[in-house]
């Protein structure tokens, strides 16, 4: 978990666990907020994650505000931390934007920084070779595409069968009404 703790204006991050590259949906991402800062109350407020990886690039995420206040002078706002914050490994820069629009305030906090580890490789020289995750999902699609050109191969043999069938048919009905003619019996 990730714990964004506010205290005037800025912001501390902790982290009570790694946080790897391409993790995603598993961690949490709580920020903790005073109800009142500077005697305005906040307890209606908007509560934005503004993000950057170690190559300038980011997005933001709306916090959710838990129905459980932190304590009696503070909230906790949570969301799950994704892929869009995990995918480059490095520094990952974090700060609030906190808005309120019935009130008509809208402020940003300081930046704070939070590691993301890179990701794990097997190792190459494991005893039973294993391929990474997106090389075994690489080698399902292949399979499927396999699987789905030998089925377009079957169908497109029987079409040409079936149609050779109906040629020799009709075939047959023009040889038939070649005989009837010269027979004269129509």
């Known amino acids: 978990m990730v714990i964004l703790t506010f205290d005037n204006k800025t912001i501390k991050c902790t982290s009570n666990a790694p946080i790897y590259q391409y993790d995603t949906n598993i961690d949490l991402i709580k920020s903790i907020l005073p109800v009142d800062y500077d005697g ?108 789905a050109n030998n089925a377009v191969i079957s169908a497109t043999e029987q079409a040409n069968s079936a149609r050779a069938e109906v040629q020799k048919i009709n075939d047959a009905i023009i040889q038939i009404n070649e005989k009837i003619n010269k027979l004269g019996v129509i």
């Open 40 to 147: 305005t109350n906040l307890n209606n407020a908007t509560v934005i994650l503004c993000y950057k990886n170690s190559l300038g690039k980011g997005s933001y995420i709306k916090l959710e505000k838990s129905s459980t206040p932190y304590d009696s002078s503070r909230n906790q706002y949570f969301d799950k931390i994704n892929s869009k914050l995990t995918s480059v490994a490095g520094k990952l820069t974090l700060w609030l934007k906190i808005t309120d629009d019935t009130q008509n305030f809208n402020f940003q906090t300081g930046e704070s920084t939070v590691d993301i580890l890179p990701s794990k490789e097997i190792p190459k020289q494991a005893s039973i070779e294993s391929a990474s995750y997106f090389d075994q999902c690489l080698m399902k699609m292949n399979q499927l595409k396999n699987a």
